[in-house]
């Protein structure tokens, strides 16, 4: 996802732990969230949720499944 394009959240896969994890952060479908930032090696991502901004590992974003993806 490019960065500072807005994108509502669709799905949620990976491990069932780290999805339960995400879902407390606010990443829940129906959500809108924006990457901000990304470090010069691409990992970690900041990504802002629910007016919150968060860094995720770059595999953990990869379970966040937004509409159009």
């Known amino acids: ?3 500072n ?3 509502r959240i669709e799905r949620l896969e990976g ?3 780290d999805r339960d994890r995400l879902i407390d952060l606010g ?3 129906g959500e809108e969230i924006v ?3 990304s470090s010069p090696l ?3 991502l900041v990504v802002r949720v629910r007016d919150a901004l ?3 590992r770059r595999r953990e974003a ?3 499944w937004v509409e159009g993806q």
């Open 42 to 44: 691409g990992d970690p």
């Open 27 to 29: 990443f829940t479908p």
């Open 5 to 7: 394009h807005w994108c």
């Open 54 to 56: 968060l860094a995720l």
């Open 62 to 64: 990869a379970w966040i």
């Open 35 to 37: 990457v901000t930032n």
């Open 1 to 3: 996802m490019p960065l």
């Open 15 to 17: 491990p069932q732990g």
